[in-house]
């Protein structure tokens, strides 16, 4: 496997890992305001059902138009960085939508969809366009498709059961999220200059 195969591969994992991991914390950081309901945790995954769809639908049409690695490693970095106000401004804006809001399913669908409806639309956009890479004959799509949403969904499980397990025993809710953030915007820039032999294997798809 090159380098660049590998990045890919790296990448969509990492990003399974990365949005099943917030969507487990995003109960623990709604539960203050809006309980643990079946509701509030009914919301949580319709919202990240949705975002997930909208970004399948917009990595995918991006994907048409001179797909790069490097333009990859930005959608990773974007969507770290709009992970940011999560621990900027959440606890802020949970306090609001609650005194808004007195319903607390609408209240914790509003605050799932605040908080992480585009983190995780940008984070679905890496799959489809990671297949779009890896795709240099028609005849191999199903067999690329196939192994790149192995890897993404055995990182979606390793986030879940990571995250669950481990890392809330041992860390703050923000603290994980902050190494989460930190991660994709170390993985990130070494997509983002990998090497002149991933810029020619680019240039040959």
Do not use: C, K
Not at 96 to 104: A, E, H, K, L, R
């Amino acid at each position: 496997m090159n380098l660049r195969r590998f990045l890919i591969f790296l990448i969509a994992g990492w990003s399974g890992f990365f949005v099943m991991a917030v969507e487990m914390l995003s109960g623990r950081i709604l539960a203050p305001n809006f309980g643990n309901s079946i509701h509030v945790w009914g919301a949580i995954i319709t919202i990240f059902m949705l975002a997930l769809s909208v970004g399948y639908l917009l990595g995918g049409w991006l994907s048409v138009n001179q797909p790069s690695l490097r333009r990859l490693a930005l959608i990773l970095i974007s969507g770290a960085v709009t992970m940011l106000p999560v621990i900027v401004l959440g606890d802020a804006a949970l306090d609001w939508v609650f005194d808004v809001i007195d319903d607390p399913r609408y209240g914790s669908l509003f605050s799932a969809t605040l908080l992480f409806f585009i983190p995780t639309a940008i984070s679905g956009m890496v799959s489809p366009y990671a297949v779009r890479l890896l795709v240099a004959e028609s005849r191999l799509s199903g067999h690329y498709a196939g192994q790149l949403y192995f890897v993404s969904t055995f990182g979606s499980a390793a986030g879940t059961l990571l995250t669950s397990f481990y890392l809330v025993l041992y860390f703050e809710i923000h603290q994980i999220i902050a190494g989460l953030i930190g991660i994709s915007l170390i993985l990130g820039p070494l997509a983002l200059f990998p090497g002149p032999s991933t810029d020619d294997a680019e240039q040959e798809n």
